[in-house]
């Protein structure tokens, strides 16, 4: 879409306000809305100024000036707003028209670019899937006295004998039973058609919703492939329309990795791929799973930087909750066909070769989008370069279902990072593939790292409540 096109739609729609978006290092959303009156063709040459030394992780107070740069295609009217209004996603530049490195969007472009000059293929093609939960009420608090967090949900399984208005009608999800009920147990049909239905008014392809396995209001919404920094922003519209029709409803969504105990947690699985030109490369008939000698390396790529690789696709303390072995999380750094134990599944139900990809199970959804899908691409990217056999190293095909091994049989099995931290460690000890072509820089990586350890600190050095349940007594 060109400004042109992009001038004619706001005065086609009447459009009132212009909401100019950029995308922090933590993944989140930002923006700056200019009434139309100020909107023009120069707008868009010229950029949106901000102060970059108020988002964490970007530029000190000294250098704070920063300037977003719209990117027309991403356009698309907000369903929210009470006054029409038009989001636009921006590239963040520095004064003198750099892109700037801390860039999250800009980092995607660059990894986009270098596949394409490294000669592999023309184009990446990513699809999460991203996991939610929609709770009724949720209270957290964490103070020097106390420390506690409660949600809540009326299809929870805690709930079956709840006082309710007009009586308690039953029908709750149990715990580890929530994948696709029907009516009346699955209670949030409606809500999630009309996330979908505002999805598809954005310009969003989706394939399906559902209900999915955890207790207290899990689901999914799948949306359609595209290209990596296209699937971001695909995301980050995603996100916006369920967390704000959940309000509407008067309700809360939340992409936490693990918001509670004794259930599944909500991961971000990513299908991906590398085509040229319309040739599908992950397809050769005949190899495992159908998978190509390409698709092989790229999985060994993936398999072989797993460890530093999770510092960015799991980012978060919380991650490290869902990813505990013996539970339902991908934590095994193994590849199989159709097998949801492994860290690294091929999907092979009604595949056709333009359909064949590998999917990493092991994400979650704190991960900055654009940071995790350029990782991923310069991982796999990697094991091409190297021609990383995952077989060889160990990785499998493991076609079996791995939780229910031996003990003895688990410890032949590598495994993910077992906290923030250890994944940090293993980021620092193995950045290289990060850094080719210039894609991520060393100043993004020690600053990345250096924000994420403040977190994981954060965290360990406040009292738990369990520890009074453990220890107060001593």
């Known amino acids: ?28 959303a930002h923006h700056i809305t200019l009434p139309v009156t100020e909107v023009d063709e120069d707008t868009f040459v010229n950029g949106v100024a901000f102060d970059g030394s108020s988002i964490t992780g970007f530029r000190g107070i000294e250098e704070s000036d920063m ?21 636009v996603i921006c590239d963040i530049h520095t004064p003198d028209g750099e892109r700037y490195e801390r860039d999250p969007r800009s980092i995607a472009q660059k990894a986009e670019e270098y596949l394409q000059k490294s000669g592999v293929g023309s184009a990446a093609f990513f699809a999460p899937e991203s996991e939610f939960f929609i709770f009724d009420d949720v209270r957290y608090e964490s103070t020097m006295n106390s420390s506690s967090f409660s949600v809540d949900s009326e299809e929870a399984a805690w709930n079956t004998n709840r006082k309710e208005e007009g009586g308690n009608l039953g029908f709750k999800v149990r715990v580890k039973g929530g994948y696709v009920p029907v009516a009346p147990i699955d209670s949030q049909q409606d809500i999630r058609s009309e996330m979908v239905r505002l999805m598809q008014e954005s310009g969003m392809r989706v394939e399906r919703h559902h209900h999915e396995v955890a207790t207290a209001g899990q689901a999914e919404i799948n949306f359609r492939f595209d290209t990596l920094t296209k699937t971001a922003d695909n995301l980050m519209k995603y996100k916006y329309i369920i967390h704000n029709v959940a309000r509407q409803y008067g309700k809360v969504a939340t992409f936490m990795p693990k918001p509670l105990f004794g259930d599944n947690g909500s991961g971000m699985h990513v299908h991906q791929s590398i085509f040229n030109e ?7 008939k005949g190899g495992y799973a159908n998978l190509s000698p390409m698709a092989l390396h790229y999985i060994g790529g993936i398999l072989h930087h797993a460890p530093a690789l999770i510092a960015v696709t799991n980012p978060s303390t919380n991650s490290f909750k869902r990813l505990v072995p013996g539970y339902e999380a991908p934590v095994n750094l193994v ?12 999907p092979v139900a009604a595949v056709t070769p ?12 704190t991960a ?7 990782a991923m691409l310069l991982a796999g990217l990697d094991g091409i370069k190297r021609k990383i056999d995952p077989t060889a190293l160990g990785y499998g095909p493991f076609d079996k279902n791995i939780y229910e091994l031996s003990d003895e049989d688990k410890k032949e099995i590598r495994s993910v990072p077992g906290t923030l931290d250890e994944a940090l460690d293993a980021l620092e000890a193995d950045s290289d593939f ?15 790292v250096a924000l994420k350890r403040s977190e994981a600190k954060a965290v360990a050095i406040r009292v738990h409540p369990h520890e009074y349940s453990l220890y107060f007594d001593c």
């Open 1 to 28: 879409m060109s400004v042109k096109n992009v001038l004619d739609l706001i005065a086609e729609k009447n459009i009132e306000f212009v909401d100019f978006r950029f995308i922090s290092l933590l993944g989140q």
């Open 67 to 87: 300037v977003m740069m719209p990117d027309t295609e991403s356009a698309y009217i907000d369903p929210f707003t009470a006054h029409s209004t038009l989001i």
């Open 278 to 284: 319309g040739e599908p490369l992950f397809y050769e």
């Open 335 to 346: 590849f199989s066909k159709g097998n949801r134990s492994a860290a690294v599944r091929i």
């Open 354 to 365: 333009k359909g064949c990809r590998i999917e990493f199970r092991t994400p979650d959804s």
């Open 368 to 374: 900055n989008p654009y940071l995790a899908f350029a």
């Open 434 to 448: 990060l850094t080719e072509g210039g894609v991520f820089s060393k100043d993004f990586i020690e600053n990345y």
